[in-house]
C-alpha cells in the first residue's frame, strides 16, 4: 500500500469517528431544544380563575382546600396529602371511602386554612377555589402551584374539568362523566320517564344553624343534580336570589310545598329550628308530609360534597326514595 493510499484511509476513518462523536454529544446534549421531542414535558400549563399556571405533569403531593376539590382528588384516584374540613366538623366526610381519607392530614377549616400546615406538607399542588380562598392566593403561591376555579356549588362540572387537568387525570375523568350520565338516566327511567319525572314537584329544605329556613333554588350543587334527573321544580325556587335559595321563617315553612321534600341540617337540629318546625302545623299540612314524601339526608352529602362521588351516592339515595 502506498504511503498516499495510507494517509487518505487514515483521513476517511478520522472523519467517521468525529461524526460518530458528534452525533453521540448530540444525543446526550443538555439543550432542550435537542431532547424536547425525546422527554416528558415536566409541567404543564393549566388555566385558572387566576390566569394560566404552571403545574407539575405528575403532582405528587396534592393539598384540597374545599370539600369538592377532595371529591375531585379522590373520584379520580389521587389521595391529598392534606385538605381542610367544615367548621362544624372535625372530620373528613364520611360518604367519601375512609380508607382513602384516613392518611390526609388536616390543614384547618374551609376559607381558613393554616398556611403553616399547608406548607409543611410541602405539597406540589393546591386546588381551591377564588369564593374561598381568593385573598390567600399570592400565600399559597409561594408555597405550591396554586390551582383557582372562579367559585363553587352549581359550577361543580367545570370545576371537576379544571381539577382533572391540574391532575393531570382527563382521560380518568371521561369514564367518571360516563358512569354518572348512565346513572342520571338509569334514575330518570326509575321514575317513569323523562314525562313523569317532569310532573313530579321536587323541593330540597335546608335548616341552618344561625340563619333562616333555605328553600333552595336551581342554582347550586343540588340543583343541577334535579335538573339532570329531570325533575319538576315549584314556583318558589324561581324566587331564590341569585338563584341559590329562598330564605323563609318557619312561619313561612308553608312556601316550601312540593310533590317531594328533601331536608338537610347543617348545625344541632334545636338550634337549626328543625324539630320545632318539622313538628308544627304549616309542616305537616305540606303535601309531601301529608302524602310520606318527606326525606330526610345527610347535609354533608347532599349540600357539601360538590362532587361525582358524592352525586353517585345521592343518585342512590334519590332512587331508593322515590321509588319505595
Not at 385558572?48 to 371529591?71: F, I, Y
Request: hydrophobic share 40%; proline share 5%; with cysteine.
Amino acid at each position: 500500500m502506498t504511503p498516499l493510499l495510507r494517509d487518505r484511509r487514515a483521513l476517511v476513518a478520522g472523519s467517521l469517528a468525529m461524526t460518530a462523536a458528534l452525533t453521540l454529544a448530540g444525543c446526550g446534549s443538555s439543550d432542550p431544544a435537542a431532547d424536547s421531542s425525546d422527554s416528558p414535558a415536566k409541567t404543564r400549563t393549566v388555566s385558572t380563575a387566576n390566569g394560566e399556571v404552571e403545574v407539575p405533569a405528575s403532582p405528587k403531593r396534592v393539598v384540597v382546600l374545599d370539600s369538592g376539590e377532595l371529591d375531585s382528588a379522590i373520584t379520580l384516584g389521587v389521595r391529598p396529602v392534606g385538605a381542610t374540613h367544615s367548621a362544624s366538623e372535625d372530620a373528613f366526610p364520611t360518604y367519601l371511602p375512609a380508607s382513602e381519607t384516613k392518611d390526609i392530614t388536616p390543614v384547618g377549616e374551609i376559607a381558613n386554612a393554616n398556611l403553616e400546615s399547608v406548607a409543611a406538607l410541602k405539597p406540589d399542588l393546591i386546588l381551591t377555589s377564588k369564593v374561598r380562598d381568593g385573598e390567600r392566593y399570592d400565600e399559597l403561591s409561594k408555597i405550591a402551584p396554586t390551582v383557582m376555579t372562579e367559585a363553587t356549588g352549581s359550577a361543580w362540572k367545570e370545576n371537576f374539568q379544571v381539577h382533572a387537568e391540574a391532575l393531570g387525570k382527563q382521560a380518568e375523568a371521561k369514564k367518571v362523566l360516563a358512569t354518572y350520565d348512565t346513572q342520571v338516566a338509569k334514575v330518570t327511567e326509575a321514575l317513569g320517564g323523562k314525562e313523569k319525572a317532569a310532573a313530579t314537584d321536587v323541593n330540597f329544605v335546608r335548616f341552618v344553624e344561625g340563619a333562616e329556613i333555605r328553600i333552595y333554588g336551581k342554582q347550586n350543587y343540588i340543583g343541577s343534580l334535579l335538573a339532570d334527573i329531570g325533575t319538576g321544580r315549584p314556583p318558589i325556587t324561581d324566587k331564590a336570589k341569585d338563584g341559590f335559595s329562598y330564605d323563609v321563617s318557619p312561619e313561612k315553612i308553608d312556601l316550601a310545598d312540593a310533590d317531594v321534600i328533601f331536608t338537610s341540617t347543617y348545625g344541632d337540629p334545636g338550634k337549626a329550628g328543625t324539630t320545632k318546625t318539622m313538628n308544627s302545623g304549616l309542616w305537616k299540612g305540606l303535601k309531601a308530609a301529608r302524602n310520606d314524601k318527606v326525606f330526610k339526608v345527610d347535609d354533608r352529602l347532599w349540600i357539601a360534597g360538590i362532587g361525582y362521588t358524592a352525586a353517585g351516592k345521592i343518585l342512590q339515595e334519590f332512587e331508593t326514595s322515590m321509588t319505595q
